[in-house]
């Protein structure tokens, strides 16, 4: 369970503001995944990464910006540009980012909430 | 385009009935489909993958090419089964999932 973590579990923005979102995985995963849930609306991909230094847009990316120096870590930061960022934001990681054998198992952090001020 | 249809917001059984978690998709090609389930006050997790054909937690769901579905299905249910249940399907290539909208399921006593 403790394999991915997000922190902080609630995050406060300031009109203007940028703020960043932590997401961190042990378990030496290729990929990671950034998803935004909101209440009737499900899941809706905001970045991914199938490998170090390397990223891609998801279908709402607009306002959000990522990055992957690193293995175990894939921040997200939700900039001033974002006008409805108040949502419950999961990070996910799955052992690959292709799918050559087969759809692998997207495994999630608790997530984040951020609400504005 | 790949899409996942969960038609239903909301579905309230009783204990001991059956469940069904309706769950439609388009997609070109032969899709493999999966349930992730996220339960009060825990992380969203796999429930179950069609490829692999297992039941879990007496749940099973079996990939109907002809009308499109995958439905979710359990003969009796269970007080712990509430949670929100979505239906998931590859999209785009790469390892990336398409998400229904969700199912809240609530089994009452």
Redesign the interface.
């Known amino acids: 369970?403790g394999g991915i973590t997000q922190s902080p579990k609630y995050l406060f923005r300031k009109e203007g503001q940028n703020v960043t979102l932590s997401c961190e995985q042990n378990l030496n995963h290729d990929?990671m995944?950034w998803?935004r849930q909101d209440p009737?609306?499900?899941?809706?991909?905001i970045y991914?990464s199938?490998i170090v230094n390397d990223f891609?847009k998801?279908d709402i990316a607009e306002g959000y910006s990522v990055s992957r120096e690193k293995k175990e870590s894939f921040p997200l930061t939700v900039t001033s540009a974002q006008k409805n960022p108040t949502a419950f934001y999961?990070c996910?990681s799955?052992i690959?980012?292709?799918?050559g054998r087969?759809?692998?198992?997207?495994?999630?952090?608790?997530?984040t909430r951020l609400l504005v001020l | 385009a790949q899409r996942v249809t969960q038609p239903e917001k909301l579905l309230s059984v009783f204990k001991g009935a059956p469940v069904e978690l309706k769950c439609n998709y388009s997609y070109s090609g032969s899709p493999e489909l999966f349930w992730y389930v996220q339960y009060s006050r825990q992380r969203l997790q796999l429930l179950l993958r069609h490829i692999s054909r297992e039941s879990i937690k007496g749940f099973t769901a079996d990939l109907n090419k002809g009308e499109t579905s995958f439905h979710l299905k359990k003969p009796f249910a269970q007080e712990e089964d509430s949670a929100m249940y979505y239906c998931a399907l590859p999209t785009g290539g790469g390892n990336k999932l398409t998400f229904g909208t969700g199912t809240q399921l609530k089994v009452e006593l």
């Open positions: 369970d990929a995944y998803y009737g609306q499900g899941l809706r991909l991914y199938q891609q998801g999961l996910a799955s690959r980012g292709t799918s087969g759809q692998e198992t997207q495994y999630f952090g608790p997530g």
